[in-house]
């Protein structure tokens, strides 16, 4: 390697003639190099807080979408309690409707699909008495699943989000609709007013 | 040579002091975070439906031990108006079920039943009270605790549940829920 | 040597014009990339925002549907410049499978569909504040709720009618609403800012079809000014809207009959009417209207087998009480009859169209007339 001498050295600085610009280059070069190491470091620490972000909101919309879909069950015509013409029950549900929801729907499966399901979506909607006796009914079923290629199910869903509400349960007919398996637990109680909660599951 | 390192650390301190920037920024956004309404709204709605499904509850009061055909009693309409007449008189009561003292156990045991298989279930903590109002001071006619309600300054109450009983006062009824 | 001067000093030209190419050349790139990296996000973010908002927009009409008979004012302050947009359209077929039905942001692609939901709203909304009305409708059992959305920006006059029992009670009902109740057109003043003028006629004195619309509305935009004409009876509605300086009668091919039973207050159908946008919107949302109530009156129509199987076969408390079973089943007007016609009036009316359900208001009548037949009675009620 050419040497330089002192004069030179404090013209050109420790470069040797003709290399300083080249020097200079890779200088800028380097800097541009770090500037985009610290654009790359920055973006990634940004998509990364996105992700994040993102699934924060998936989790509030799961939770929003339940807290609607209560709503709209506690609200639903077709089990909330009614009083002829004045307004109907707060909180309440009324059984025999319930037992009717269920025969309807036994009849008529494809009103899950081709009705119900544009208004509760994925979801679960079961009631549940608690007094007189520990049972459950269930008012609306449609499980996120996936079909496997040798046909078999597999539950399709990512997040579960439940929600429970403390309802009254009035049966005018006093059980008498229930199936045998229900009645025989009632032991000859004539109970108007129960006690129970709705349970809705929604799914993503 | 000393120009060039004294311009190195001043951007080294800039890079420092942006990526301390940011990261505080984020912090805040995460403390800042206001409990989510769906949380709040559950709990005021829950305690009124649960007070009113309890109010509205008929319970069965079998004579004997042997009885097939038991009474059915609302809790509000029936027996919180007999408890408070034992409680307020100091009597015995009109109403008389197999296995408890008065109705107030009746309605200490089977409310508490109630409470416990859906608020304790969901790991809610409440306090049912009803009191009957004698002049300016109130007597405790009922109260379910489930523990730790009673201080805690979060909570939701379901609303006062009066009735009016006559010779008795005025009963009012109250559930509070806290997390 | 004195080459070697000359050729120093090009040297020196060469690295400083060189230089600044490469900062040029550098830099741009630089800023080129920042500045494709913003455009694209803000076009991110702008879709983002506007499925929020539908998002939002969807939970705050959930939320009012549920709040029956309560009228709530929604700050959408926050949406100044964007334009809300509903529609409801049916097809040919006129029944329930060919409704399409959607609300969203205008010029994006952020939107709802409606499939079941009824909301009668004006075609396009823009404002600060948004006002939302429930009533449920009942045939004579409550159907569903109809959710009526309007904003403070839409103006209604009311013009006629004095005195009368449905003026007063609109009157009553609509405080908060941007509505001003009238004796004369000469009393209507200049759209202004206004986004939409709704004219309701109680008298038949204002909307006619060619008849000149008020000078004072003259200048406003085809879109802004429409009306509606409501029949003495309150049994049926025509729509008009601003064509050029006289009004045009929308529902020339006869006007739309109200369907209901009369014993509401506060009729949600002929509420409907007042707040949805034209003729076609109102037929297409009762047409949802009408499914849920076929389906709900099949519910009742199970449960009315239940009701006569326990008269019949149950406690004998219930059997004892024969009243029963005569208004259940077997009187000539019977409850199971009642629901047979209904559900069969249904199924023709949400399959050929709005002209097919007429009748539904006449086996609606004949409903509550035996619930209150079963309820003097002592006998479990239908609803």
Known sequence: MKTINKKQQRKWGIFPKGRRAQMQMMETIGVIFIFFVLVLFGSIFYFKFQEISFQNQQEELLAQKAMDITLVTLFLPEIQCSQGDAESEDNCVDMTKVRAMNMMMEENPRYLTDYYFNIFGYANISVNMVYPINYSWTVYEFEKTGIYDNGTEYSAWDRKEATYFVITLRDGMQGYGYDSAVSSLFLGNEIIYSFGYLKIEVFS | ?179 | MVVRRRVRSKTGQMTLSFNWIFVLIAGTMILLFFVGIIIKQKSVSEQKLNFDIVTVMDSILTGSTVSERTINFVDISGLAGFELYFDCELDDGGGFDDIFAQYGITGSTASSELPMQVLFAPKTMEGTEMITWSLPYKMPYKVMDLLMVTSTSVKYYVIGGENTAFRTDLENATDGFTIEFISDVSEISSPGDLYHVRIIDLDGSTLVHSMEIPDILKDADTGVVTGILISDTLSSVNYFAKNGDVWNKLTSAGSVPIINTGYEEKDAALYGALFSSDDESYKCNMMKAFKRYYLVTQLYQEKVEEMISYYEEGPEEAQANTDCGLHLTEDASNMEDALNNLASTLTTCIEQGYDYCTELSEYAREVHTLNEALSGENCETLY
């Open chain 2, 1 to 179: 040579m000393a120009n060039r390192r004294g311009q190195t650390e001043m951007i080294g301190l800039v890079v420092i002091v942006i990526m301390l920037t940011l990261g505080m920024l984020f912090l805040a956004k995460f403390a800042l975070q206001e409990e989510p309404a769906k949380k709040i709204f559950t709990r005021k709605g829950l305690a009124y439906s649960t007070m009113s499904a309890v109010m509205k509850t008929e319970l069965e009061c079998y004579d004997s031990a042997t009885s097939n055909d038991p009474d059915e009693l609302k809790v509000q309409a029936d027996l919180l108006e007999d408890c408070a007449d034992v409680v307020r008189f100091n009597t015995a009561g009109d109403i008389s079920c197999y296995g408890y003292d008065s109705s107030c156990d009746l309605l200490e045991e089977e409310i508490s039943i109630l409470l416990n298989a859906t608020l304790g279930e969901w790991h809610k903590e409440y306090l049912f009270s009803a009191e009957v109002l004698v002049g300016t001071e109130p007597l405790t006619v009922l109260e379910i605790d489930s523990g730790g309600c009673a201080t805690s300054t979060e909570r939701d109450s379901s609303g006062l549940f009066p009735i009016y009983v006559t010779n008795v006062g005025l009963i009012e009824s109250v559930l509070y829920i806290c997390e």
